[in-house]
């Protein structure tokens, strides 16, 4: 029974799902990894309309890594902007905002 206890001793026992497309799924996958947050706590922030505190440990260093290595191809391939997809332009300006938040942060 203690498995749908969360931090704050709060029951969860209470199931919400959705449907989403390839490419919100991408999206999602991709915020939620370099939130460093689990997939369900990142949906409950955002739903909620709370504001997502990325914590720097080696998890989100190695996704905003990865993602940056993905980002840097995938601007490679483009001949142009006028191509770059939403999930890619997305990505891009949450890992402009972390930065950002960091740069604040250490000044």
């Known amino acids: ?47 909620l309309c ?6 720097g440990n080696t998890r989100v260093y190695k996704a905003l890594k990865n993602h940056m290595e993905q980002i840097f191809t995938e601007l490679k391939r483009l001949s142009n902007m006028q191509e770059i997809d939403d999930v890619t332009l997305s990505a891009i300006q949450f890992i402009g905002q972390i930065l950002k938040n960091m740069k604040e942060e250490n000044q």
């Open 1 to 47: 029974m203690n498995k749908n206890l969360d931090k704050q001793g709060r029951w969860r026992n209470k199931t919400v799902s959705f449907r989403m497309s390839k490419e919100e799924v991408t999206l999602l996958d991709n915020l939620v990894s370099l939130s460093g947050l689990t997939k369900q706590d990142y949906i409950i922030k955002r739903l």
């Open 50 to 55: 709370r504001d997502v505190v990325v914590v």
